[in-house]
Nanobody, 116 residues
Framework: QVQPVESGGAWVQPGGSLRPPCTVSRNMLSLEYMGWYRRTPGKSARELVVSIFSGGQPNYADSVKGRFTISTDDSENTINLQMSNLKPEDTAVYYC?????????WGQGTQVTVSS
């Protein structure tokens, strides 16, 4: 079983940067899909931030293109979300999602707050 755990959420001023990691409980070679989602205040549904299938290219939401970048560190078993030029509308709980051997796993989320 793979259990993703997000961390690194924080309060940051507009224009700032964060790089929260999603730590996966074991080797990531079998992951078929990984993605970051977020739930903004007042909304019940999570929205896609970025997704990537094994061997494919990342697919970014229009609202984060050019500002957010997904990367992986196989030595640390992490899926990182580099967030730059943060805006108040990026305030949300950010969730990591992975698909491993056709099973879907979600983390518990990490809060990112962007305000002055």
């Amino acid at each position: 079983q793979v259990q993703p755990v997000e961390s690194g959420g924080a309060w940051v001023q507009p224009g700032g940067s964060l790089r929260p990691p999603c730590t996966v409980s074991r080797n990531m070679l079998s992951l078929e899909y990984m993605g970051w989602y977020r739930r903004t205040p007042g909304k019940s549904a999570r929205e896609l931030v970025v997704s990537i299938f094994s061997g494919g290219q990342p697919n970014y939401a229009d609202s984060v293109k050019g500002r957010f970048t997904i990367s992986t560190d196989d030595s640390e078993n992490t899926i990182n979300l580099q967030m730059s030029n943060l805006k108040p509308e990026d305030t949300a709980v950010y969730y990591c999602n992975v698909l491993d051997r056709r099973k879907n796993y979600w983390g518990q989320g990490t809060q990112v707050t962007v305000s002055s």
